[in-house]
């Protein structure tokens, strides 16, 4: 393999989080304290250049296309620190954008879900992510994390303040292009394991999820669980050994 193009210099001091090709583009996420989402056109494999650049909040680790001019960004919200040379992470963020115009990059929507703690395996997993663009569907595990407001009477949360972990399941979104719209969750966990906590450790910790027709299906290790798409109404499930 030969070397036949580079570009250099790109967000220097800061670290790449995802990269997505597409046709003769590649868009670039880096982030320190906002996230550059960079386009660089690669027509010519030897003179790769920017195109275009948006900076907003927070970073996506995963680039996920919606069509031929949409990206979604599933990564985390973030708050710049007080001393402006790093940010603290918050919830998990997806936001939607248009990169039609390269010289008008725009975030069309975002959504934060809970506060710091808040994870998801989409991450370091992108099959853990659900996308149908015909059935205006995303859906992607999480672990979520809220902050109690009794911890703080004086009504000032700091940005490196952690929240406790409530709930585990599956976040079902409808989106379009003009933005996402919360379905609800589905969850596996029972009373116990909401009780003891065993969020990591539990068997019934979401990990994947797809649909049928229109059905959508959640899998933990355990169980199986089958839900209608159109209001989220639990039709079945099948307990796995």
């Known amino acids: ?19 997505r090709f597409m046709g ?4 670039l996420v880096t982030f320190k304290k906002t996230d550059p989402l960079f386009v660089i056109g690669l027509e010519d494999p030897s003179k790769p250049g920017v195109l275009g ?5 927070g970073y996506s ?3 996920q296309p919606y069509d031929e001019e949409h990206l979604i960004g599933v990564g985390k919200e973030t708050v710049e ?9 918050q919830g998990v ?9 390269v010289s008008q990059l725009e975030q069309i ?3 934060t879900i809970g506060d710091r703690g808040t994870d ?3 991450l370091s997993d992108h099959k853990a992510l659900l996308f149908s663009e015909s059935k205006s569907l995303l859906a992607l595990p999480i672990l979520l994390a809220e902050i109690n407001p009794k911890n703080y009477p004086g009504g000032v949360v700091p940005p490196y303040a952690y929240g406790d972990y409530v709930w585990q399941g599956a976040y079902v979104f409808n989106v379009t292009l003009g933005g996402f719209v919360l379905k609800g969750g589905i969850t596996h966990l029972n009373v116990t394991d909401l009780v003891n906590g065993y969020y990591f450790t539990s068997v019934y910790f979401v990990k994947r999820i797809l649909y049928i027709d229109d059905v959508l299906y959640t899998v933990s290790d355990r169980l199986v669980k089958m839900n209608s798409l159109q209001d989220l109404a639990e039709l079945g499930s099948v307990a796995l050994p």
């Open 1 to 19: 393999l030969k070397t036949v193009g580079r570009l250099e210099g790109l967000a220097r001091g800061e670290n790449l989080h995802s990269a």
């Open 81 to 89: 620190d007080s001393s402006g040379s790093f940010a603290w992470y």
């Open 93 to 101: 963020k997806i936001a939607l954008f248009d990169v039609s115009n």
């Open 61 to 63: 680790d995963y680039l």
């Open 109 to 111: 929507d975002n959504y």
């Open 53 to 57: 650049q948006l900076e907003i909040p």
């Open 24 to 27: 003769d583009r590649c868009y």
């Open 120 to 122: 998801t395996p989409v």
